[in-house]
């Protein structure tokens, strides 16, 4: 079993910061990608940010020369680092994670349970 625990979630000020943090544990052998999806009231849940194994970043355009993820591989985190938040920041952040685990070993994606990130003055 994987569990994915997230933090950093708020209430924060337009053009303000945001640092969300998720870390993995459990039966883990290896950790592929991880990264961060929200999603607001009434819309899908989208790709904010991933981060492989090695290191590559992609993030959704909207949020891309605003938002930084990084990832401690030898402790299987990652964060996402929000700058200049705007309002339609608003949403639901999962982490998320793409897992070797178990025995035998199979890749599988889990989920945090959401942290909620409102952008309101």
């Known amino acids: 079993q994987v569990q994915l625990v997230e933090s950093g979630g708020g209430l924060v000020q337009p053009g303000g910061s945001l640092r969300l943090s998720c870390a993995a544990s459990?039966?883990?052998?290896?950790?592929?990608?991880m990264g961060w999806y929200r999603q607001a009231s009434g819309k899908q849940r989208e790709l904010v940010a991933i981060?492989?194994?090695?290191?590559?970043?992609e993030y959704v355009e909207s949020v891309k020369d605003r938002v930084t993820i990084s990832r401690d591989s030898a402790n299987d985190t990652v964060a996402l680092r929000m700058n200049s938040l705007k309002p339609e920041d608003t949403a639901v952040y999962y982490c998320?994670?793409?897992?070797?685990?178990?025995?035998?070993?199979?890749?599988?994606?889990?989920w945090g349970q959401g942290t909620q990130v409102i952008v309101t003055s």
């Open positions: 981060i492989t194994s090695d290191g590559k970043t």
């Open positions: 459990g039966r883990i052998f290896s950790v592929d990608a």
């Open positions: 998320y994670a793409r897992v070797l685990s178990g025995w035998p070993l199979r890749t599988a994606a889990y």
